[in-house]
C-alpha cells in the first residue's frame, strides 16, 4: 500500500475541505478539516485500503457508522463522534467531530516516555472502553497510539472502530500494533485488543513499539507473528502484565479483569497515589486546539534533532533503531564492536587521509554545480551495481541495484524522511530534510539527538561526534551502536547545512558484525560520494 493524493482544493466527498495535516502513521492519516454544509471543524481521517478491497469500500461506512454508535452508546464520552463515512478513490474516509486532545503518540514524542503510573493510568481509561466494547462483542481490531486521544480534563478519546474486517486484510493501519492472530490473518476478537493494550503499554514505557514497523505491511505483520518478544527493561511494576498480554497465543493472555487489578494497584502504590497521572492528560490538549499549533509535531521534532533520528521513537515513525534491546553500559564492548573497536569507519573529512585503521575515505564531492553527467573518473560517477535515484522531493543519491524506496514520513509540508532499503538486505539508508535544523551540527548530535538515543537504551556512541565539510557545507559525523529485535547494529549519521535553518542528514544503518565488509564499505562510500541535495524540497508532491 502507498499513499495516494489526496487534494485539499477538491473536498472529500463535495463537504469535507482539507485544511492541514493534523497526524500520520502507517496507512493513516488525519486532516483538520471544514464542514463545508455545517460550517464546524472536524478531523477527516483517511485509511488506504488494498487495491482489491472494492467490496470493503462499498460496506465499510455503514460498518464503522454501526460499530462506533454501539460502543459510544455504552461508554458515553469516551469514543469520537463519527459524524460521516466514505469511500472515495479506493480510500476509506471517516469524519468525526473536532477531537480537543492529542494522539498519545504525538504526546510521548513530545514529553518522552511515561512512569508506570501515567502508563496505568491511560491504560485504564482504555480498559473502560475495551469492557464496555466486548461486553457487546465488539473488539476493535486496530488500536494503536494514535487512535487514543489524551484531553487536557477528562478521560482519553479512543478512534477507529469498525474500520477492522471491512476487507480481507489482517490489519490496515499501524501493523506493528497487530496482534499475531492478525498477523495470521484469523479470526479478530477481544484477545487482539488486549494485546494492542500490552504493545500500547510497551511503548508508552519502554519509548518504542515491541515490534517495530519494517515498512511494508506484510513484512511488519511477518515480525509480529514470527520473532520473540524484545524484553522491557522500563516496564517496573507492570513488566508481568505486558509481558503476558503480549504472549503470542490468545488464551495465555491474562483477562480483562486480571489487568484491571495490577494496573488500579500500580496507580494506587504510585507516589503521592498517582497525582502525577494528572499531567499524561494536562499536557495533552495543549497545542491541539482548532487549527493546531503543532500540527506535524513528530517530523518537526525529529528533524529539530538535525534530522536523522526518531528520537526515543517508536513514531511513529517509527523505526526503532534508535534503540531497542536490554540496556548496555556505553563503555562495555559490544561484540568487538564498542567504542575500543578498530574496524574501519567512514572518516569525517571527506579528503583527509585515514588513519591506518580507518577504511579509505570517500573521494572529495563536487559541488552542487559540478556536471549533471559526471565522467566514470569523477567522484560522482555511478560505479557498476547502482543506480541514480531522483527523487520527487529534490535531492538524488545512487542506491545498489535492487533497492527501492521503501518508506515515507511525512508530518510538516516542508520536513520529510525517506528510507531505503530491499527485502532481503539488513542495510537502509535514512534521507531526512528540515527546516529547523540548528546553526551548529555538532551541538545538534549532542544536545538534541544523543539523548533522544541515550534514553532508550543499549545505546552506544562510537568515538568523538565530528565537525566537516561536506560539498562545502558545514557538516557533523557521529557514529553509535543500538539493538534491532535482538541484533547489534551500527550507524553512520552525516548532517549538513544548507543555510537558513534547512539541512539534509544521510544515516547508514548495517548489522554490526557486517561492518568490516566490503561491499558495505564501498556503498556508503558511494552514497556520500552521489548524494546531491538538488532543489531540496522546494516543492513537495
Not at 478519546?157 to 469498525?162: I, L, M, S
Amino acid at each position: 500500500m502507498g499513499w495516494a493524493h489526496a487534494s485539499t482544493d477538491r473536498p472529500v466527498a463535495g463537504r469535507y475541505r482539507l485544511v492541514e495535516i493534523t497526524h500520520r502513521e502507517t496507512n493513516r492519516v488525519s486532516w483538520y478539516a471544514d464542514d463545508l454544509r455545517t460550517g464546524r471543524p472536524c478531523l477527516a481521517t483517511r485509511v488506504e485500503l488494498p487495491a482489491d478491497a472494492a467490496e470493503g469500500v462499498r460496506r465499510a461506512p455503514s460498518r464503522i457508522l454501526r460499530a462506533t454508535e454501539n460502543v459510544a452508546r455504552l461508554c458515553p464520552d469516551r469514543i469520537a463522534d463519527v459524524v460521516d463515512a466514505v469511500g472515495e478513490g479506493g480510500c476509506l474516509w471517516t469524519v468525526t467531530a473536532w477531537i480537543d486532545g492529542t494522539p498519545l503518540d504525538e504526546v510521548l514524542l513530545q514529553r518522552g516516555t511515561f512512569s508506570p503510573a501515567r502508563a496505568a493510568r491511560v491504560a485504564l481509561d482504555l480498559l473502560d472502553v475495551l469492557d464496555a466494547a466486548h461486553a457487546e462483542a465488539v473488539p476493535h481490531g486496530e488500536l494503536s497510539p494514535g487512535q487514543l486521544h489524551l484531553r487536557e480534563t477528562g478521560p482519553l478519546v479512543v478512534t477507529g472502530y469498525g474500520v477492522a474486517g471491512t476487507t480481507s486484510a489482517p490489519r490496515l493501519t499501524a501493523p506493528s500494533y497487530a496482534a499475531p492472530e492478525q498477523a495470521r490473518n484469523e479470526r479478530v476478537g477481544p484477545a487482539a485488543d488486549l494485546w494492542a493494550l500490552g504493545a500500547i503499554l510497551y511503548t508508552m514505557l519502554e519509548g518504542r513499539p515491541p515490534f517495530r514497523d519494517r515498512g511494508r505491511v506484510a513484512a511488519t505483520l511477518r515480525g509480529v507473528d514470527r520473532l520473540p518478544l524484545r524484553p522491557p527493561v522500563r516496564c517496573g511494576p507492570l513488566t508481568e502484565v505486558v509481558t503476558g498480554l503480549l504472549r503470542k497465543e490468545p488464551r495465555e493472555r491474562p483477562g480483562r479483569q486480571a489487568v484491571r487489578d495490577v494496573l488500579t494497584r500500580v496507580l494506587r502504590e504510585a507516589p503521592g497515589g498517582g497525582a502525577e497521572t494528572g499531567e499524561a492528560h494536562a499536557t495533552a490538549g495543549r497545542g491541539w486546539k482548532r487549527r493546531g499549533v503543532l500540527v506535524g509535531t513528530p517530523l518537526a521534532v525529529l528533524v529539530v534533532t538535525a534530522a536523522v533520528v526518531t528520537a526515543a521513537t517508536g513514531l511513529p515513525d517509527s523505526d526503532d533503531r534508535a534503540g531497542g534491546g536490554p540496556a548496555t553500559s556505553a563503555s562495555a564492548p559490544a561484540g568487538g564492536t564498542g567504542a575500543a573497536d578498530t574496524a574501519p569507519r567512514v572518516p569525517p573529512s571527506a579528503g583527509a587521509a585515514p588513519p591506518p585503521s580507518a577504511a579509505p575515505s570517500p573521494p572529495p564531492s563536487p559541488s552542487p554545480s559540478g556536471s549533471a553527467s559526471p565522467s566514470p573518473s569523477s567522484p560522482g560517477a555511478v560505479p557498476a551495481g547502482f543506480r541514480t535515484y531522483r527523487a520527487p522531493e529534490g535531492f538524488s543519491v545512487a542506491l545498489p541495484e535492487g533497492w527501492e524506496r521503501q518508506r515515507t514520513s511525512r508530518a510538516a509540508e516542508q520536513s520529510y524522511r525517506v528510507t531505503f532499503g530491499a527485502d532481503d538486505d539488513p542495510r537502509t539508508l535514512d534521507v531526512t530534510y528540515s527546516e529547523h535544523v540548528g546553526p551548529d551540527p555538532v551541538a545538534v548530535w549532542r544536545d538534541t539527538v544523543e539523548p533522544g538515543l541515550a534514553r532508550v537504551g543499549a545505546y552506544q556512541r562510537i568515538g568523538a561526534i565530528e565537525a566537516t565539510t561536506y560539498q562545502g557545507r558545514e557538516a557533523a559525523d557521529m557514529q553509535w551502536i543500538t539493538t534491532d529485535d535482538g541484533a547489534r547494529v551500527r550507524t553512520f549519521g552525516r548532517g549538513l547545512l544548507l543555510g537558513e535553518g534547512r539541512g539534509f542528514s544521510l544515516r547508514w544503518t548495517t548489522p554490526a558484525a557486517d561492518w568490516t565488509d566490503t561491499d558495505s564499505r564501498q556503498t556508503l562510500r558511494t552514497v556520500l560520494r552521489t548524494f546531491r541535495p538538488g532543489a531540496a524540497a522546494q516543492d513537495l508532491p
